[in-house]
């Protein structure tokens, strides 16, 4: 494993393998055990869009690991007045161990890759969130001992959160159920990947269908960043698609609810069943840092 770019790119093992060092680091963190794994590193982080946990968790835990974040605007670097990636990734790795970016473009995420020589991670592109959904892993298998043979239920938008959902769940044996509008379906890539995982893949336009004995259910916001300008065409698109207590009625007794934050109380998802599972919400966002350390030490020790 060189990147993370995309869920696509990983492998089963690679996935349970960041898992598994991931809860490493968070007993030891527990615990006052020092894991200095990158001292000497540097992280670059570009962010060419807002960011709460993304910044903070990257910039904590790359600290914790005993190395030093760079916290790079695009509103400051060269990049944000048009030098070419393949340039910035050149000159950035002569300097850093690693750049985290998020960014519009997966293209962008890919070209850094490409024409850089130091690991990569995604930070979120309109494409996908896979630090996110390595986070949402970490805390499924927390909460229920293990992914394989549970169902995961995705309502709303067929977005970079689901896209890379689909495939994170689907590669660690989870059977996957995703409803949304005609018009907002996951791109064709998703799907002609999910399509090999037979009847462990369906996706309805009928959130009560998908719901159906789920053991998890996850939803976004109905318009991602870059999309404030379709608000409210969006708003109409997607009424109905919501984790409400009616849809959680027909989800399994002890089912789960993950939203990647931040939240549109009463509109993907009220605020009851927001507040009823704010415990396994605010632990995914707590996991965040420790997925993205077990990141970072699997790609830049
Ligand atoms: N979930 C997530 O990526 O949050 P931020 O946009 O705050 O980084
Ligand atoms: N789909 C959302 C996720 C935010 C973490 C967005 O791209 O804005």
Known sequence: MKHLLKMLDLSTEEITEILDLADQLKYELKHNIPHPHLKGKTLGMIFQKASTRTRVSFETGMYQLGGYPLFLSSNDLQIGRGEPVQDTARVLSRYLSGIMIRTFEQQEVEDLAKYGDIPI????????????????????????????GLKMCFIGDGNNMANSLIVGCLKCGMSVSIACPDDYQPPREILDFAAGYGDKFEMVNCPKTAAKDADVLITDVWASMGQEGEAEKRKKAFAGYQINDELMTLAKADAMVLHCLPAHREEEITEKVFEAHAKEIFEEAENRLHAQKAVMVKLMA
Not at 122 to 140: E, K, R, S, W, Y
């Open 121 to 148: 991670i995604n930070g979120l592109t309109d494409f996908c969130h896979p630090c996110q959904v390595l986070a949402d892993l970490m805390t499924i298998r927390e909460f229920k001992g293990s992914l394989a």
